[in-house]
């Protein structure tokens, strides 16, 4: 590589020694902006894909339109590109003038990704309830309890056991995504090193807000392994 | 005596295949009842319709003064009071036996955690389990928890238990320590229907014996006679098919 002809450029503009220790401080606080994003997010979008994994399962007839509407709901959200919601909400809520701390695009972009999200991670609870065999809520039903009782004391704690792998990888993604918001005004990460990239003209900040990202994704992507790992080994013993 | 249970002309259909088919039965109170038959006769779906588990297409299901069937009832009130085992025994995985033990009667009844752990000890000691309460069902023999599924039956105090060849899925040699566990009940006096397919163990502990036979009563009556003297062509094949 270093004999390629660009070499010396390409290593002056993307992997500038300088410049990265100069910009590193100024990423990692702009990081913690894409953190605070992912942290608040992450709890919403629990609470919202559950309720539309339990929608999409009821069997009630009387609770149908519930079920259509988990239906199109995750049909809809999965369909877009992210990047086109976040623009979406993010450009044209705020653009109805709502008075001062409701149009910042802090919130829109959440909205956007919290609603994505919650698509891809309902349908994921719902493979997890659908994959806990009916004996389960037989025995618990011939027991007494309710239907709500079975659901959240047999049925989601045994449904979350075998999703948590598949869960795992939506936090990693969703922590990377979180720099989608970028396109839309919060100064976080991947907007900091653009800033520091016009500044510079170098491309330096990028690799360090890659290093960033890598020392966190990493470490979760290990965890979320080890889990898969113990998983397995809890099911052949 | 008193009838605990009383099964009037229930019938029972999936689809075109009709899977009980104007059955009635009593069992009174204390009784031990055997329901025997092939694999199919209707069994195990009469069991699941008792306990409302399955809806019937016809009929009543009397517990005592009510009807049970009636579809206007809430099942829940109606299901704490008849206990039933599953053949698969069907622990919750993910609580250990205390856990499994204790929740329906802390959610369904009431009870403090104290003293449904103390009921559940009480229960567990009685069967031989008391070193099992933290253990996690896959740790434990078919046996053990088997055992542990029916406890956790009791612990809901029913007035009727339901059990569903629940040794058909256990080893031979784990067999006896679970009909240790239903004679023992024999002998507290708890009204019992028993789908069973040991033949042996239906003509030692039950009052009473009937043959199912395409989700119909064919026969029924006392153990020294079904088993002796079948009056029924059917039920004649059948144990000569099953005792040969």
């Not at chain 2, 403090?112 to 000691?125: D, N, R, W």
């Amino acid at each position: 590589m270093p004999k390629a002809p660009g070499w010396l450029a390409v290593k002056n503009s993307f992997f500038n020694w300088d410049i990265l220790v100069k910009t590193f401080p100024k990423l990692l606080s702009a990081f913690i902006v894409d953190l605070k994003i992912f942290l608040w997010s992450a709890p919403l979008i629990f609470v919202l894909s559950l309720c539309i994994a339990l929608a999409r399962n009821t069997r009630r007839p009387a609770l149908f339109p519930l079920r259509l509407f988990g239906a199109l709901y995750t049909d809809v959200l999965r369909s877009v590109p992210v990047i086109l919601l976040v623009y979406l909400i993010g450009f044209g809520v705020p653009g109805l003038g709502l008075p001062r701390p409701y149009n910042s695009p802090y919130i829109w972009g959440t909205v956007a990704l919290v609603l994505v999200y919650s698509a891809y991670v309902a349908e994921v609870i719902r493979a997890g309830i659908e994959s806990v065999h009916s004996s389960q809520s037989s025995a618990a039903r011939s027991l007494g309890l309710s239907q709500s009782d079975t659901m959240r004391y047999v049925v989601l704690p045994q449904a979350f056991r075998t999703q948590i792998p598949a869960l795992m990888n939506f936090v990693i993604a969703l922590l990377k995504d979180v720099a989608l918001l970028s396109f839309i005004g919060p100064i976080e990460i991947l907007r900091q090193a653009n800033v520091y990239k016009s500044l510079m003209a170098n491309f330096t900040p990028y690799v360090g807000a890659a290093i960033i990202f890598l020392c966190v994704t990493i470490p979760i992507t290990r965890y979320a392994d080890y889990l898969l790992a113990r998983q397995r080994n809890e099911r052949t013993t | 005596m008193k009838s605990k249970l009383q099964l009037k002309s229930v019938s029972k259909s999936f689809g075109t295949v009709v899977v009980i088919d104007n059955l009635s039965l009593d069992v009174a109170t204390g009784e031990l009842v055997c329901l025997i038959g092939a694999s199919g006769s209707g069994k195990s779906t009469l069991l699941r319709c008792i306990n409302l588990l399955e809806p019937i297409d016809g009929g009543e299901i009397w517990l005592d003064d009510f009807d049970i069937a009636e579809p206007s009832l809430d099942p829940d009130p109606i299901r704490r009071r008849i206990g039933l085992v599953f053949q698969s025994f069907n622990l919750f995985p993910h609580l250990n036996v205390m856990a499994n033990i204790t929740l329906a009667p802390r959610r369904v009844l009431g009870t403090g955690v104290a003293e449904a752990q103390a009921h559940a000890m009480e229960l567990l000691e009685r069967f031989g389990l008391a070193d099992k309460a933290k253990a996690y069902p896959d740790h434990l023999s078919g046996g053990q928890q088997q055992r542990v599924a029916i406890v956790r039956t009791l612990a809901m105090q029913p007035e009727l238990l339901l059990l569903d060849e629940i040794t058909s899925a256990l080893d031979p040699e784990l067999v006896g320590e679970v009909l240790d566990v239903v004679r023992a009940l024999k002998d507290s006096q708890m009204t019992m229907l028993l789908a069973t397919h040991e033949m042996a163990f239906a003509r030692e502990v039950a009052d009473r014996v009937c043959f199912l036979d395409e989700g119909r009563l064919v026969e029924s009556g006392l153990p020294s006679e079904v088993f002796t003297a079948p009056r029924e062509k059917r039920t004649r094949e059948f144990l000569a098919r099953v005792l040969s």
